[in-house]
């Protein structure tokens, strides 16, 4: 059963920077995975942020391109999300998220909820104005 557990996340004004962090463990040898970054805002659905395959390509949802940047996290053998240029729109709960697949590829073109069996708890970003 893949563990993951998030951190890093923090209070900042617009403008700043926050780097998350996304430990991962009980991966199976065997297996590749597509992992993610999820977030949520209250009273919204969570949605898909960025999304990272086995072999390093990446996807990124249009509200985040240019500003984010997901990489794999070696010591911990998950996940980073390292944001940039933060908006208040950028508050949200934050989820790490992984999906065994064939090839360890992601799907192309979306970023979606249902497409992934292991999330971790989450991690609060705060973006104040």
């Known amino acids: 059963q893949v563990q993951l557990e998030e951190s890093g996340g923090g209070s900042v004004q617009a403008g700043g920077s926050l780097s998350l962090s996304c430990a991962g463990s009980?991966?199976?040898?065997?297996?590749?995975?597509?992992m993610a970054w999820f977030r949520q805002a209250p009273g919204k659905e969570r949605e898909g942020v960025a999304d990272?395959?086995?072999?390093?390509?990446?996807h990124y949802a249009e509200a985040v391109k240019g500003r984010f940047t997901i990489s794999k996290d070696h010591a911990k053998n998950g996940l980073l999300l390292q944001m940039v240029s933060l908006k208040p729109e950028d508050t949200a709960q934050y989820y790490c998220?992984?999906?065994?697949?064939?090839?360890?590829?992601?799907?192309?073109?979306?970023?979606?909820?249902?497409?992934?069996?292991?999330w971790g708890q989450g991690t609060q970003v705060t973006v104040s104005s």
């Open positions: 998220a992984a999906d065994s697949r064939v090839g360890g590829y992601c799907d192309t073109g979306r970023i979606d909820v249902e497409d992934f069996t292991f």
């Open positions: 990272l395959a086995s072999d390093g390509t990446s």
């Open positions: 009980g991966y199976e040898n065997s297996k590749k995975y597509c």
